[in-house]
């Protein structure tokens, strides 16, 4: 999408009430890597000023492709300029492919994952605004101080995944929130008392149809596109309803959707009036 694509898309779903809008953190499209991809980080910057009320935030931004220090400082600064509208999404950038493609680190699952615990540790220390020294395995600071400080004190962090041994231990120390990928719903259950105090947020890719009669056809077109994601959902608004329902009984209090079709205007105003009410009174 163009740049104007993406801020009519925001300013509607902005228009309609809905909570936050979320972007990638890929230096090439999965899967489509010769396509035009705008950077994700730049692309939430832009928005900031154009924007009022929506929340912006990544799912998740890749660890590796940030120093801890320049991450902070990235962060408390949008966070200053969206007075208070940001979100910080992190992973430890689960996609070696990618990372091996453009030289960023060879280092396996393990050693990224104990890198992203010392970003954690130094993202919490930046947004104090005191000086502060940190020695670890893979990032030394010396009298480092970030200034600005988030406009809050501190700025919510989402965490992503569902790796028992990597991920959930991380999400269980630091994070504000957990994300449940799409891939990994059907074990919200057992996953989420490892989750700690973690919120709990979900991923689903969905499809929606305004009535029965085109169930079928959008079901076809969200499978061609997302339908190795899991999770998928394809309905008429009540189904997608009812199926966010009986998640926020489980405990999820947000959901981040990937619409099949891209989040076209009538798409998000259906969802926007006949799903959003719904969820929302659930959640509460």
Known sequence: MSIDQIEEIV???ESLGFHSVWFMDHLAPPGLADADSLEGWTVAAALARRTERIRLGHLVLADPLRHPAVLAKMAATLDVITEGRFDLG???GSSPDELRRYGITTGGARERALRMAETLEILNRMFTGQPFSFR??????EDAIGRPTPTWGRIP???GGSGSKLTMPLVRRYADWWNCPSYATDQLISLREQAGSARISVQHPVGMATNRRRVDEVASEAHRRFGDWGGLICGTP???TERFVDEARLGAEMFIIQFSDFATPGTLRLFAREVMPAVRAAVR
């Open 11 to 13: 300013r509607g779903a």
């Open 136 to 141: 670890g395995r893979y990032h030394t600071l």
């Open 238 to 240: 009540q189904d997608v």
């Open 90 to 92: 992190l992973g430890w």
């Open 157 to 159: 962090i989402h965490i």
